[in-house]
C-alpha cells in the first residue's frame, strides 16, 4: 500500500517536471484552434491530445481536407520529424491542407512545440 502511494506520489511529480520544463507559451498561438484536452469542445481545429505517434488526421471528431486524409490513407503518422516538418512548411508537406496557420521557421519555436505536444 504505502508503496503505491510513494508511485504515485513520484509519477506525480515526473509529471510537473515535464510539464515545467517545457515552454508553454509556444503553444498560445495554436489555442486558437486546438486544444491540447480532449473536453475542450468543438474548435477550428483537431484536438492535438497525445499527437505524437498517432496517425495523422486522427481525431475522429474532426473533418479534415482531402489533403491530410490521403495522408492518413497512405499510413502517415505524426512522428517527431514529420511533425517538426509540418510545422516548419505546412503547404510544402500536405499542399492543400487547411492549417492556416504561418509557416515557423525558428527551430527552437518548433522544439519546443513539439516538447508541449509530446513530453520529452
Ligand atoms: C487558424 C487555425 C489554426 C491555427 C492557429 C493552428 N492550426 Fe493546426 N490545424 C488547423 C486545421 C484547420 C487543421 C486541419 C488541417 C486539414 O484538415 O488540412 C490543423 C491541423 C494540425 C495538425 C495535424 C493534426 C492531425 O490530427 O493530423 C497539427 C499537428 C497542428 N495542426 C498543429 C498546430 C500547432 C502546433 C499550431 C500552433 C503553432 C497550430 N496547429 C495552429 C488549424 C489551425
Given at each position: 500500500?504505502?508503496f503505491?502511494?510513494?508511485a504515485?506520489?513520484?509519477?506525480?511529480?515526473?509529471?510537473a517536471?515535464?510539464a515545467q520544463?517545457c515552454?508553454v507559451?509556444?503553444?498560445?498561438?495554436c489555442k486558437?484552434?486546438?486544444?491540447?484536452?480532449?473536453?475542450a469542445?468543438?474548435k477550428?481545429?483537431p484536438?492535438l491530445?497525445?499527437v505524437?505517434?498517432?496517425?495523422?488526421?486522427?481525431?475522429?471528431a474532426?473533418?479534415y481536407?482531402?489533403?491530410?486524409?490521403?495522408?492518413r490513407?497512405?499510413?502517415?503518422?505524426?512522428?517527431?520529424e514529420?511533425?517538426?516538418l509540418?510545422?516548419g512548411d505546412?503547404?510544402?508537406?500536405y499542399p492543400?491542407?487547411?492549417?492556416?496557420?504561418?509557416?515557423?521557421?525558428?527551430?527552437?519555436?518548433?522544439a519546443?512545440?513539439?516538447?508541449?505536444l509530446?513530453?520529452?
Amino acid at each position: 500500500m504505502r508503496f503505491w502511494i510513494v508511485a504515485a506520489v513520484l509519477f506525480a511529480a515526473s509529471g510537473a517536471a515535464r510539464a515545467q520544463s517545457c515552454n508553454v507559451q509556444a503553444f498560445e498561438p495554436c489555442k486558437a484552434c486546438h486544444a491540447l484536452t480532449r473536453d475542450a469542445g468543438q474548435k477550428p481545429g483537431p484536438q492535438l491530445v497525445g499527437v505524437i505517434g498517432r496517425p495523422v488526421a486522427g481525431d475522429p471528431a474532426f473533418d479534415y481536407s482531402p489533403a491530410l486524409r490521403a495522408a492518413r490513407d497512405k499510413g502517415d503518422i505524426w512522428t517527431r520529424e514529420r511533425l517538426d516538418l509540418f510545422l516548419g512548411d505546412t503547404e510544402a508537406m500536405y499542399p492543400g491542407g487547411w492549417m492556416g496557420s504561418p509557416p515557423i521557421r525558428d527551430a527552437k519555436a518548433r522544439a519546443d512545440l513539439l516538447c508541449v505536444l509530446g513530453g520529452p
